[in-house]
DNA sequence: TGGGTGTTGTACCGTTCGGTACACCCCTTC
DNA sequence: GAAGGGGTGTACCGAACGGTACAACACCCA
């Protein structure tokens, strides 16, 4: 029960975006403060071992956020190229058409990328795992099907990180465009 | 002329390698420090303006180096196929199988990303333009031929990443294979 | 009405941060 | 061998860092 009514999930939501713009070392306690209405004390309260805890609370609402979003659709009954468009609008949403970077990005870079590697790892392999689900689905063979899988989630963390390196966001936009086809083909 | 006989490039080289692995703000003095060798009154000699001017220095390095090494070889004489084949080769080595991250991705992300913009998309939209070069050359449109362009590199960025991401450098090495068919198919 | 619990602001801790001042040292050049 | 200048180590600066202690608050339940 936070100062201004901030649900706990409120609470991380923004630390979220405070960890993905920023990074995890250029992420301070200030602005962590700041971007909850959460005083230092407050903050230590609720993720007693600082930062740390912070992120691991990110990446588990994350982890959740993504099961609900989209894993769960990708692994449900239905077209495959249904459920790959559900993935994808689900994705061009989180990501703000391509402006707002990656978290898993942010910490697999960085100092960090030894701390969390258990959960984000997970996270990758989770998302690769039902995107091969679908393939597999629609007739591809388990091997191509992880293959294929895991270059559209590179292409996507690739598309980020171009888009905002040349400041254009039309190269997140097609790269989502252009996934359906070439997972399909 | 740096303690141990290092030069000023091999200076620029080492606070990449720094730069690369821990990204602007998890970069220390103390750190670019004893990677160079350099104590910090030598550092700052050498790099008034701290640690902004050494990333200047190391983009400056990292434009040149890839002019010669992969811009270049795209833009000379050849068949398409041997002139992607020398990039490939080349990257290979510059990311180290897949297990060195890219300092641009590490600029781009992170609370940096508005200092440097103007070097960095100039970097990354050489390589784009170097490579839209070598499709078109080889019978495609400009249009598709940047496309494609951006594609690649935008594949190569993800790959480290995810590569990373789970620790498998294997999606590395078969991003970069997989290249050459792609753009020229 | 009186705890008790969860939550908070304030003040503070030691450390490290990026950055500076300066004396010194070596090596050249005359 | 004196003068100069590039290069360096040492010591230091104020600020910000991540993190802690603690007293007071608000609120619920008895």
């Known amino acids: 029960m936070p100062a201004a009514q901030l649900s706990r999930d409120d609470v991380v939501a923004r630390l979220l975006t405070v960890f993905r713009h920023r990074g995890y070392d250029g992420a301070s306690l200030q602005e962590l403060s700041k971007a909850t209405g959460l005083g230092k004390s407050s903050l230590y309260h609720y993720f007693p071992n600082g930062k740390d805890d912070m992120v691991r609370a990110v990446l588990a609402s994350l ?29 061009d949403a989180f990501y703000a058409q391509g402006t707002a970077p990656c978290v898993l990005a942010q910490l697999v870079l960085g100092s960090t990328h030894a701390r969390f590697r258990g959960p984000v790892r997970a996270i990758f392999a989770e998302w690769v795992d039902a995107l091969a689900t679908v393939l597999v689905d629609a007739g591809l063979a388990r091997r191509t099907a992880t293959a294929r899988a895991q270059d559209a989630v590179l292409r996507i963390e690739g598309a980020l990180v171009l888009a905002g390196g040349v400041g254009d966001t039309a190269i997140f936009a097609r790269t989502l465009k252009r996934l359906p086809a070439d997972l399909l083909a």
């Open 63 to 91: 982890d959740e956020q993504l099961r609900e979003q989209v894993f769960a659709p990708l692994r449900a009954a239905g077209a495959p190229a249904r459920r790959i468009a559900v993935m994808i609008r689900a994705l």
